[in-house]
């Protein structure tokens, strides 16, 4: 994600519900976290599955690795957001 401008800043911060930049941090870093989790729990899955023995499981296995990667893209997304959150707060941005 290149650096958002105001207006896309204003319009995140309307979509996260609160009306200033360390707000807006904040709740992007709790989302970052949350989706941490998430795609912590899929890679525990996927390991325990791989190595549970049970057959004709490949289709899962390839969505636990898909749904894994996305939500760690999206983490990923929401975290350089905070980040340009943090440029604004700072008059950078």
């Given at each position: ?5 105001r ?65 760690l ?21």
């Amino acid at each position: 994600m290149v650096a958002a401008r105001r207006k896309d800043l204003d319009a995140w911060a309307q979509l996260l519900g609160v009306t200033n930049d360390a707000d807006a941090m904040a709740a992007l870093r709790s989302l970052h976290g949350r989706l941490l989790v998430i795609a912590g729990e899929l890679n525990w899955f996927q390991n325990k599955f791989s190595t549970s023995g049970v057959l004709g499981g490949d289709g899962v296995m390839v969505a636990l690795h898909e749904a894994a990667t996305g939500t760690l893209d999206a983490s990923e997304e929401l975290w350089q957001l905070r980040r340009s959150f943090e440029r604004h707060d700072r008059g950078v941005a």
